[in-house]
């Protein structure tokens, strides 16, 4: 990778302006959906430059665009940590049923089961 390139995975500054463009008009209905699509980029980046966009909209006296994106924040925080939650039951469960088959004395019956 060239210096200064983002890795294949992680948003330029472009795209993640792209995807908070995308959360801010999208329908109530449509944010889960769009949120389990882009999950993997929404971090501490994410919400600083949400944060931004909130704080430029209060400077510039919006403040129906400040309440919309801070309702919106508010949303997608909730949304993503039940996502987050879901995965690592899911990968607890997994681990659980992993253990149980090492610990098995006939692997084949515990896999069956």
Request: hydrophobic content about 50%; proline content about 3%; cysteine-free.
């Amino acid at each position: 990778m060239q210096p200064g390139a983002a890795a294949a995975d992680e948003p330029d500054e472009g795209n993640l302006d792209a995807i908070l463009e995308r959360l801010e008009a999208a329908d109530t209905a449509q944010l889960e959906s769009i949120l389990a699509e882009i999950r993997p980029f929404i971090d501490y980046a994410f919400f600083d430059l949400w944060t931004a966009r909130i704080e430029a909209a209060t400077q510039a006296g919006d403040s129906d665009r400040a309440a919309h994106l801070s309702t919106r924040r508010q949303q997608i925080l909730e949304t993503v940590e039940a996502m987050d939650r879901q995965a690592q039951a899911m990968f607890e469960a997994g681990s659980a049923a992993l253990q149980e088959v090492l610990a098995a004395s006939d692997d084949r019956a515990a896999l069956e089961a």
